[in-house]
């Protein structure tokens, strides 16, 4: 799954990404994500949406978007897009609707009180109420994020069949899914208070993010989206492996959650592994699907976040394209990129993320896709062998299919098998080389960080700073 941000990928439109779509085939996406495109104020890069069913102009027409859409399918790509449902912006009809008085047929469509029922915090300008008062109305409104990002009241019947509606409209139009943005936090109880300001409670983790009623929400949602065989990806921020698999449901909530402890992790073995077998665990008791995901539009590149070299970028596309389940890349993020340097001057987003959202530089691609040796071939090549491979796109995480090895330390390791194939993935980060045991040798290394090592079969040693995924089609 590719992740698009559509005012930074091709010329800021619906037909520059269009335009696109021959490189996207070449690199060997599957389906595309784009972050919003609904008619939007922009006061938080339209994740505040004023109206739910139309394309903001400055990314096109609808006529524009059906096309876009017809010519992913013509390619046996999907298209997801991305649903805001826990707030709209303070200029959608709703909530001007709303605000004017306490009576009208909107009144209750958003949080209003009389006083602040909590000590809530808000995400942006971090550190400010979650409680903005509303002098129109006389009354205050929650707003999670922006104050011009009212909560809408998912207690109210009408709105939940308002906000059906508009994934209809796409589902209608043939989109095949959505990402659903901050679902966790549909369901709230406005009598709990967040712990104590403390360093810690950064956005997400607090215990109103986590209601039971969200879940009920989340099942009315997934039977409309079973109408249609679509797909439903939730933004759960919970950085807990255990509580982001319940919004999975009994199969009948969301189909796949991000994992954001996995994103946040140092890229040291010993840290991944442990992220990693616990997603593992706690998924594998729930039935559901893994998902990777290192980079999006909210966090600073993962390349970055490593140290900014390229060689750790390409041991992260190794992990993140081996690993079982759904990988999903953020653009930009094939051709290594690090986040662009914006001075505080030009910076528009209230969240401080624009270095990570800087547009695509299209020269470069162009001039990585001529080398065959250059970090966008490298995720090409990785796309290729995953799909021609079943025991890297579709062996699952039973103990069959999956096994992390203890090993050294310093090396991440696991094997994956479909029948007599078997994949093994080593990545050692670390400055010293590391012991392969005697289960881990004898493959042959099919794709690596180091193109000389290609070819050749595993032996007692892995050297420091390589990654490689090898192959061995007898038992081990
Ligand atoms: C999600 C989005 C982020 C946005 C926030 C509020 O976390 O990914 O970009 O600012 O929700 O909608």
Known sequence: MYQIYPRSFSEGTLVGISSRLDYLQWLGVDALWLSPIFLSPMADGGYDVADYCAIDPQFGTLADFDALLSEVHA??????????PNHTSDQHPWFRESRRDRVNAKADWYVWRDQPTNNWLASFPRGEKAWAFDE????????????????????????????????????????????????????KDL????PPICEER?????????????????????????????????????????????????????????????????????????RIARTIEVLRDGGAWPTWVLSNHDVPRHRQRYGGDELHARMAAIMLLTLPGTP????????????????PADMIDPGGRDGCRAPIPWNEVARQREHPNSILAFYQRLLRLRRATPALHAAGIDNDSFRLFDGSPGLLAWERSDGDAHWFTYINPSDEPQVCSAAMQGATIVVCTDEALEGTMVGAEMPAGVAWVAHNSGTM
């Open 75 to 84: 390619r046996g790509m999907r298209l997801l897009l991305d649903w805001v």
């Open 136 to 187: 129109q109305r006389g009354q205050y409104y929650l707003r999670c994020f922006l104050k011009e990002q009212p909560d809408l009241n998912w207690d109210n019947p009408e709105v939940v069949a308002a906000m059906l509606d508009t994934l209809r409209f796409w589902l209608d139009r043939g989109v095949d899914g959505f990402r659903m943005d901050v679902v966790h936090l549909l369901g």
């Open 191 to 194: 009598n709990l208070n967040d």
């Open 202 to 274: 950064v956005w997400g983790h607090v215990p109103y993010n986590d209601q039971p009623t969200t879940h009920q929400h989340l099942r009315t949602i997934r039977s409309l989206l079973d109408e249609y065989s679509a797909l439903a990806v939730g933004e759960v921020y919970l950085l807990d492996e255990q509580a982001m698999t319940t919004y999975h449901g009994a199969g009948d909530e969301l189909h796949l959650c991000f994992n954001f402890r996995f994103l946040w992790a140092p890229f040291e073995a010993d840290e991944l592994r442990s």
């Open 328 to 343: 999903f890349l953020y653009q930009g993020e094939e051709l290594g990129l690090v986040d662009a340097k914006i001075a």
